[in-house]
Nanobody, 123 residues
Framework: VQLQASGGGLVQAGDSLRLSCLASGRASGRRAMGWFRQAPGKEREFVAAITWPGNIKHYADSAKGRFTISRDIAENTVFLQMNSLTPEDTAVYFC?????????????????WGQGTLVTVSS
């Protein structure tokens, strides 16, 4: 499956952004999807995940109450709505497809990755 993430940019603290991840390819179907992020000098960390068709969601503590993951089955797209952004949210954000349709938080459980989209939050 091919994943294409978009929607990143430069925003100010308190602003919102919505990231999108378009999935294509024969294996882009009924799989859980996740968002991860990686800040400079840090390891890639889990942000949020959603099963197919979207009834189960899970968030990292840092994302709870501010970020919302969703998916449009018809459009094969997963979204990450990010509100109340802070400079600590600055990172490259990656979408990924898990190997199965269940919530996973480890990057090792995700087999297909998008190219990443940069989110920069200024103070």
């Amino acid at each position: 499956v091919q994943l294409q993430a978009s929607g990143g940019g430069l925003v100010q603290a308190g602003d919102s952004l919505r990231l999108s991840c378009l999935a294509s390819g024969r294996a882009s179907g009924r799989r859980a999807m996740g968002w991860f992020r990686q800040a400079p000098g840090k390891e890639r960390e889990f942000v949020a995940a959603i099963t197919w068709p979207g009834n189960i969601k899970h968030y990292a503590d840092s994302a709870k109450g501010r970020f919302t993951i969703s998916r449009d089955i018809a459009e094969n797209t997963v979204f990450l709505q990010m509100n109340s952004l802070t400079p600590e949210d600055t990172a490259v954000y990656f979408c990924a497809a898990a190997g199965a349709n269940s919530i996973r938080v480890s990057p090792q459980d995700y087999f297909d990755w998008g190219q990443g989209t940069l989110v920069t939050v200024s103070s």
